[in-house]
């Protein structure tokens, strides 16, 4: 008897382009059929979800007939009320065996494995969610040991099923070296490392498949099953051009006013433009250094440019545009780090071609790296090289350590690299826009974020 398998992984809220993989999956689907989705479906920089508390995001899943979902680091991100929201339901279960609340109890409506029964062959389908502990923790999560696990999924359902699937959002390297440690397990649809499989890979026994991301591609994994699982085909089928399924932009444009809604109500009003720029200094990024400085209390502040996709207008501000100008999940995060350190990062700033490289990183929703922005320090500089930076009155020590306050993305050295180099590390729970919607209507913030700190001489 021969099954087939859709699947994706990654879609990250690519809307558009799953509306096109909806239509390719009703196209495929037949009895004997599983649609599945690896994680990381959901990225709550997408207004709709954010308006929706993730409920657009199920409905879309379930138009499209899918039958389960792995919990990825970005279902978890928004925290366990939203994660609850999502989970509440019925019809489209949430896989996820090793993701569990901080006392180690289960999380009200997540399902650690499913039985789903296709002419009567019976598949096993078991969920694994990422290792990210610490950030998990401040949101009251915890990740188990993911192959203790997956084995007592295996011990609990023995003579239960006859086909097993690891829905997994871990990450290549880890379904690797599980498909190469563990026994049982038959076929991994994996998630996470965003790579794009030309042919599925077996490893050992088991056959792993990966779909890329964004919604670009639909995985097609197709074998035989007489007792084992023979004759394995897998491709990845680009949707560029295939058509836009109706009742799924249907069902986009009615979350969309409902989010909207609910979003767009004025939080408050600001009586100037916050205009911001990628290479020159601008002042809702230097109001965003000034404001994790204020919350974490340090010495400096410093936040990249390019974590703010935008400027806002005077007038009334939404928790809408919020989310549309600072959408990138990343929290404010306390570090020490030597005075070397920060002014290799800061003459690194100065080359508006550096400014302009790819932001991509962890957590990052924008495009470009952009400037250092400063906080409680002045640079002067000629354009070219750093001549003087004065931080508390003094010249910065190249050999002490300062407290800065940033974000994990800088904290981790993602494109300044000498940023890397810190100690004492904390994060905040909330994320940036949070912080920024808590500063944004304070006039004296507002009149602070106009004075430049990069003086040119």
Avoid at 223 to 231: A, K, L, P
Avoid at 338 to 343: D, L, R
Avoid at 395 to 413: F, H, I, M, P
Wanted: glycine share 8%; net charge negative.
């Amino acid at each position: 008897m021969r099954f087939k398998i859709l699947h994706t992984n990654d879609v990250h809220s690519r809307f558009e382009n799953f509306a096109k993989l909806t239509t390719k999956i009703k196209e495929l689907k037949d009895e004997n059929t599983l649609v599945l989705d690896a994680g990381d479906y959901h990225d709550f920089k997408d207004v709709m979800l954010q308006g929706t508390s993730g409920k657009a995001g199920r409905e879309l899943l379930l138009e499209a007939g899918y039958e389960a979902i792995a919990i990825g680091n970005n279902e978890a991100f928004e925290g366990l009320d939203t994660l609850g929201f999502m989970v509440k339901n019925d019809c489209l279960p949430f896989l996820s065996c090793n993701l569990v609340k901080l006392d180690g109890s289960m999380i009200l409506g997540v399902k650690r494995s499913i039985i789903v029964t296709k002419s009567g062959v019976r598949f096993l389908i078991i969920g694994t969610s990422p290792n990210f502990k610490i950030f998990l923790h401040l949101l009251g999560m915890n990740t188990l040991d993911y192959k203790e696990q997956i084995q007592k999924e295996l011990s609990d359902n023995k003579g239960k099923y006859d086909i097993c699937i690891l829905l997994s959002h871990l990450g290549l390297i880890e379904d690797t070296d599980i498909a190469n440690t563990m026994e049982g397990i038959d076929i991994i649809i994996d998630g996470h490392s965003h790579e794009l499989m030309a042919e599925p890979r077996v490893i050992k026994n088991t056959v792993v498949h990966m779909s890329g991301c964004y919604g670009e591609n639909l995985g097609l994994l197709e074998f035989e099953y007489n007792g084992n699982i023979s004759e394995i085909n897998g491709i990845n089928i680009n949707i560029k051009d295939v058509e836009m399924d109706e009742n799924i932009i249907k069902i986009i444009e009615k979350n969309k006013k409902t989010a909207n809604d609910n979003l767009g109500l004025p939080l408050y009003s600001i009586d100037r433009d916050m205009w911001h720029d990628v290479v020159e200094e601008n002042p809702i990024t230097n109001l965003l250094a000034d404001a994790v400085r204020d919350v974490l209390n340090c010495d400096i502040g410093l936040i990249n440019s390019g974590i703010i996709n935008s400027g806002i207008r005077k007038g009334e501000v939404s928790f809408k545009k919020l989310i549309e100008i600072c959408p990138s999940p990343l929290n404010p995060t306390y570090m020490e780090i030597q005075g070397k350190y920060i002014k290799k990062a800061l003459e690194q700033s100065l080359d508006p071609e550096f400014c302009y490289k790819d932001g991509a990183g962890s957590g990052f929703r924008g495009r470009f790296l952009g400037r250092l922005h400063i906080s409680g320090a002045l640079i002067e500089h000629d354009g070219n090289k750093i001549n003087k930076i004065i931080i508390n009155g003094k010249e910065l020590d190249e050999e002490k350590y300062y407290s800065v306050a940033t974000s994990d993305y800088l904290q981790r050295g993602t494109g300044y690299r000498d940023l890397a180099n810190n100690i004492n590390v904390r994060y905040n729970v909330e994320y940036l826009r949070i912080t920024l919607r808590d500063y944004l209507y304070k006039n004296n913030f507002l009149d602070n974020s106009y004075i430049d700190r990069w003086i040119k001489k």
